[in-house]
């Protein structure tokens, strides 16, 4: 394999970049005052499961997105509690509950004063920070496990310690170092640093259009597309692809006119940092799933390694598989991220983490591994993966979890979908169905919901999904 493979006879270089890597953006110091809500490993404490998507900008492109907050009730079980906006779809709880043994949380209403996806801003409304810091203080402390890291889940857990005087962690990053891991910009640095150049599509960040357009000009020779990417946007929301045939004729005033519409079309800040890069013309777009416990706990834990479900030509994240990726392809996967949680964890960050990647090249021959970029936080392939973990005992299954849309679901009740697909819904009590739903929220608006098809194979859970799920549901 080409690309940055470290062993663990590396990780010495690695603890002396992360040093130094950490010295350059003050993260010893950034943070300080939460030092002490930083999670310490053990879970003694009830959990509180967030799903604040509010820190990722550029979100209205997704009908329905504050329905994503009920995600958050998956990861919870007996004596936990999440937090939402919005009510959950009639039928939903007592489908967790009961058909997937998910256990009896405490479901705790957000009112945020300054839109529905703030969800940490709306625990601090009354009664809702009244019933945390009783929660807190009957439970003798209290874990905060959020979507990500960001400054409102960290001052939540502030605010509620000083009322309740007793300790409550947050399982996620700092904020200053869920934005290393998240920001496109600031990850690729790491990764360039730990891994080298050559683990990286070649990129350029830019905070002007003159300067982004020069880049992408120097990208022209030899390759077919170039993007241009917002730094801290997620599922491909925040990328704008450009075919170089269309663009190396243009001169300099069209060419920044182009560039110029494509940040508009982003709702891009004027001076905010842009990248420029190559776009690589590959179908294989592996992501690895970890886990990364504290620091000086527990090295970092790979819990799986998937392929992703993309859509159109700018391949936006609609599902995952796990890997059916040949076994080399897959450890050079491994020990490439792996230096990258080791670093982050050296870093600070906790919790959950995926990276995505690239096979590029003959993969027979001498396939290219490349990395992308980092998701510093829950989302939609550890979300599912986390949930068949859960109903499922033993080792995990194949299955293909994705989202499903059609208009004829629009308003569709989660109740009907359920009669619909009858007994092929997965039912945890006795280990049979096919399907696991999630995220149904969004079906009043969209008609669109989020599923697994669980089977034998790989090509039994596709067809599972594409062919039985249509016409389980009438569509």
């Known amino acids: 394999m080409s690309a940055g493979e470290p062993q663990p006879t590396d990780l010495d270089s690695i603890d002396t970049f992360a040093a130094t890597f950490s010295e350059q953006y003050a993260l010893d110091t950034a943070d300080q005052r939460l030092d002490l809500h930083r999670w310490q490993g053990d879970r003694r404490w009830p959990v509180l499961h967030l799903d604040d998507v509010s820190g990722i900008p550029f979100l209205d492109g997704i009908q329905g997105v504050d329905e994503y907050q009920h995600r958050a009730r998956l990861r919870c079980g007996d004596g936990d509690l999440f937090a939402t906006v919005t009510e959950p779809a009639a039928g939903y709880e007592e489908y967790c509950r009961d058909q997937l043994q998910l256990g009896s949380p405490r479901h705790i209403i957000a009112d945020p004063p300054d839109g529905p996806l703030r969800v940490s801003r709306g625990c601090l409304t009354p009664p809702s920070f009244s019933t945390l810091v009783d929660c807190a203080g009957s439970g003798q402390g209290l874990l905060i496990e959020p979507y990500m890291g960001i400054e409102d889940s960290w001052d939540l857990a502030a605010r509620i310690h000083g009322e309740a005087k007793v300790p409550v962690q947050v399982i996620a990053p700092p904020p200053a170092v869920t934005w290393i891991a998240n920001d496109k910009a600031h990850f690729s640095e790491l990764v360039a640093g730990v891994l080298g150049e050559e683990a990286l599509v070649l990129t350029r960040a830019a905070d002007d259009v003159a300067t982004l357009t020069k880049f992408l000009r120097q990208m022209f020779p030899g390759v077919q597309r170039v993007a241009i990417k917002r730094t801290r946007c997620a599922s491909a929301m925040g990328n704008r692809l450009l075919e170089v045939d269309q663009l190396q004729h243009l001169d300099d005033p069209a060419l920044q006119k182009v560039v110029e519409e494509a940040l508009l079309s982003m709702a891009w800040p004027a001076g905010e940092e842009v990248l420029a890069c190559v776009w690589e013309e590959t179908d294989l777009s592996p992501s690895t799933q970890w886990w990364i416990p504290p620091k000086g706990s527990a090295l970092p834990r790979i819990d799986g390694i998937y392929e992703q479900i993309l859509a159109g030509e700018e391949k936006l994240f609609v599902g995952s598989r796990p890997s059916t990726l040949p076994d080399e392809i897959n450890q050079g996967l491994e020990r490439q991220s792996f230096a990258i949680a080791y670093a982050l964890q050296q870093l600070g960050y906790v919790g959950r983490c995926s990276f995505d990647h690239l096979v590029v090249g003959d993969l027979d021959r001498d396939p290219q591994l490349k990395i992308t970029e980092c998701n510093g936080r829950w989302g939609g392939t550890s979300t599912p993966m986390h949930l068949v973990d859960r109903v499922i005992s033993g080792n995990?299954?194949?299955?293909?979890?994705?989202?499903?849309?059609?208009?004829?679901?629009?308003?569709?009740?989660?109740?009907?979908?359920?009669?619909?697909?009858?007994?092929?819904?997965?039912?945890?009590?006795?280990?049979?169905?096919?399907f696991l739903l999630y995220n149904v929220g969004p079906l009043t608006l969209s008609g669109k919901f989020d599923v697994i098809a669980i089977a034998e194979s790989p090509d039994e859970a596709d067809r599972w999904m594409t062919e039985v799920l249509p016409e389980l549901l009438g569509v």
């Open 396 to 434: 995990r299954p194949p299955y293909r979890a994705q989202d499903f849309i059609h208009q004829d679901l629009i308003g569709v009740p989660f109740t009907e979908i359920c009669q619909r697909i009858g007994g092929q819904l997965f039912d945890a009590r006795t280990g049979t169905g096919h």
